[in-house]
């Protein structure tokens, strides 16, 4: 089995920062990207950063020079620091992982329980 927890988030007031964390256990051969996903109140998850294996980011818009994604391949632990929040922000924020569990294996996406991040004005 794979397991992704999340940790980090939480209540803070417009123009704050918050840093996420996940971590990444269990059966892994590879991990090819790692990556951010929200889903606001009445909205659709959207994508907020990704980090590919070759070292590549990509993020949305609407945050990017606010948000940044690293990672601890060591670990298989990813980071979305946030800086400059935004009411606009508030969200559940769920971790994904698209990875390989064996060499022979296909690559599949797992998910966290999400994490809910609440910015205030």
């Known amino acids: 089995q794979v397991q992704l927890v999340e940790s980090g988030g939480g209540l803070v007031q417009a123009g704050g920062s918050l840093r996420l964390s996940c971590a990444a256990s269990?059966?892994?051969?590879?991990?090819?990207?790692m990556g951010w996903y929200r889903q606001g109140p009445g909205k659709q998850r959207e994508l907020v950063a990704v980090?590919?294996?070759?070292?590549?980011?990509n993020y949305a818009d609407s945050v990017k020079g606010r948000f940044t994604i690293s990672r601890d391949n060591v670990k298989n632990t990813v980071y979305l620091q946030m800086n400059s929040l935004r009411p606009e922000d508030t969200a559940v924020y769920y971790c994904?992982?698209?990875?390989?569990?064996?060499?022979?294996?296909?690559?599949?996406?797992?998910w966290g329980q999400g994490t809910q991040v609440t910015v205030s004005s």
């Open positions: 994904n992982a698209r990875l390989r569990r064996t060499l022979i294996g296909t690559m599949n996406d797992y």
């Open positions: 269990g059966t892994i051969f590879s991990i090819n990207a």
């Open positions: 980090s590919a294996s070759g070292g590549s980011t």
